[in-house]
């Protein structure tokens, strides 16, 4: 055990090391190796609610040389961090760059109306036009998903100011607006706009065929919507085709405008993920707003910042297990530990494999099938559940809880018909608990989690980032969002990681004649089971057919999942193998989880 302790010590300095050059390594890629001021604005909109952004500011804007500016507005469900690949690209490209959270997410204020979420990014726009090194002829907006639906809006609403803010829209991921409620129109008017179109988007660019069904992403070109737009309004019926990835120009009100549409082989998610995605942003911008420092668009580095960023993740684990095992090495809480290193119970039959492999599908087939209908039950009977609104988070536990629940049913019936007569002992295996070592356990995990998370606030407060990898990201938060955690969501993911712990360790801890890692492996992949499943399914099917088969937007909810369940499993193992306490990386994994799910959504006041 001593060995254990000494290597608790190395792991935690090499975790920390990891954390440092992550924050280090990110804030040097997103502020140019120093040329871009980045500041963590909060300030009072026009409608009385607070909104939060990080503002980008490179050295070439100044009053005297005011510089053009684009504001960025994530989609559902997110945060203004995950438009880090655009910031990092457009500000070294000198632009003025305006990342914000919308509100109800993130760090703005909550609001109750659809409404005044959709009102964000233009209230970010009249914000960045009384700065006075941003030139306010040349303010552009871009978003993803909703983000982008919402820019469209922000347009309209510019049309009735008195002074047009407003001179491009990029649309990512979103329709556009084709009409003005009664038929084809240019809504836009004298602005450069363009759309980027996934081929195969899960949510957007579909339209009635007239013969009952929709038509593909993949032919939204063809669409009448999309011909209309890139015709300026016009119904395109009778006009010649006009085709992707091609800028087309007239004259509006006496000025040239842009319309484009870019059709990425990609999904939905994978748009703000995207090489190509965002070299038609560059590419739009430089455009249509003309970039102070040009750059080819296949000019990117954003990718290290996601490498930097990927290794403060893996940091953040290490530190998670290295602290916890470090901890059960002190006085006060000694008795955490074990007495030796836990060791496998043993497969010693056919029987016994049997029953280890039954149970590991037979959990796997149920949490897969259940899913798509208790997602879509749950949406469907929102109001029998009055709570405060991270609708994904409650979902996705609700879920977890019942998957649980059922992982303890079937180990207990493995243990009636096999392990109980083998000489498995819940005790030794520690899946039975004293209410005061369960007390002490529970002061651990939450010692645990709040120093592990004094990283990611530090990280944030001193290098304004995060830890983050495409749609897994874990980040601060604020004191609302803490109390959102605490009921019930953490009771919610505390239940299932639990049980996941106790079925990973204390049941299934099992060599079956292999080495301990494979068995370590087996478990991990067996987390992450029925989320491929359910994604293979749904891709494949896409792919074939051009459509979705499962609701669109609760699969997308389980890509972090899909890291966050073998690595939670793995995490789990190597704090068990010193504590033989299923309980303690059951209950670290379920306010970890809950926080990451609380911080990285949409909140309802």
Known sequence: MDVKRKKAKKWLCIAVALMLVSMIGASLIQTSGGSVTVKDLQWETSLGVKMSGLLFVPKNATAESPAPAIVLSH???????????????LARRGYVVLAIDMFSHGNSENVSDMGQIMSSPYEAVKMLATVNYVDSTRIGLTGHSFGSISSSYAAVADNFAEKQLIAAVLSNSGNALYNDGQQYSNVYGSRDVGIIASRYDEFQFTQDDGKGGTTAPRDFINTSNAQSFLHFGQDPSGLESRTAETMYYEEIDGKEALRIIYTPDQTHAWAHFSARSTAATIEFFETALGAPNPLPAGSQIWQW??????LGLIGLAMFIVSFAIFMVFTPAFASLRGNELAKPFVITSNKGKSWFWGTLLAIAVFSAIIYPPLMQWLQDNSAIFPLPQPDSAFRIGVWATICGLFTLVCLFASYKAYGQKEGLSLADRGASISVKKLGRTILLALIVVAVTYSWVFIADYFFKVDFRIWLLAVKPFGSDKLLL???PYALLYIIYFVCNSIAVNSFNYNEIGKKEWLNTAIMAAANALPIIVLILIQYIYQRSTGHILFNNITIVW????????????IISRKIYKVTNNPFLPGIINGIVVTLIACANTLTYS
């Open 485 to 487: 955690s605490l009921f």
């Open 75 to 89: 989609g559902m469900f997110n945060n203004k961090e995950m438009q880090d690949l655009n910031y990092v690209e």
């Open 558 to 569: 389980t890509f972090p999942i899909l890291v966050i369940l073998p690595a939670t499993a």
């Open 305 to 310: 910042k996601e490498f930097f960023n990927l």
